[in-house]
Nanobody, 116 residues
Framework: QVQLVESGGGLVQPGGSLRLSCVAS????????MGWYRQAPGKERELVAR??????TYADFVKGRFTISRDNGWNTVYLQMNSLKPEDTAAYYC???????????WGQGTQVTVSS
């Protein structure tokens, strides 16, 4: 069983930065993909960034602004968010994807609000 605990959300002005962290407990290895999704009110959950076997994938709307990284122990993933915009306001969810058998684990979410 995997449990995820996120931290680092909050209120920030447009153009500001935040760093999200997600610590995973349980059996985690480099074979698990880790990533961040977000969900704004009235919208579907969408992929923000993902890292799998060292390969990083970003949604077009965050390229050049957000950076995903993972620690060498494989159980912590970070999302550095720079040049934040009001449209980045959402609940951000940490995700761990297990490939075999296929299964997704989710954190409880951390709120990011970008507003002046």
């Amino acid at each position: 069983q995997v449990q995820l605990v996120e931290s680092g959300g909050g209120l920030v002005q447009p153009g500001g930065s935040l760093r999200l962290s997600c610590v995973a407990s349980g059996i985690i290895s480099s074979f698990h993909a880790m990533g961040w999704y977000r969900q704004a009110p009235g919208k579907e959950r969408e992929l923000v960034a993902r890292i799998s076997s060292g390969v990083k994938t970003y949604a077009d709307f965050v390229k050049g602004r957000f950076t995903i990284s993972r620690d060498n122990g494989w159980n912590t993933v970070y999302l550095q968010m720079n040049s934040l915009k009001p449209e980045d306001t959402a609940a951000y969810y940490c995700n761990v994807h297990q490939f075999s058998p296929a299964y997704d684990y989710w954190g409880q979410g951390t709120q990011v609000t970008v507003s002046s």
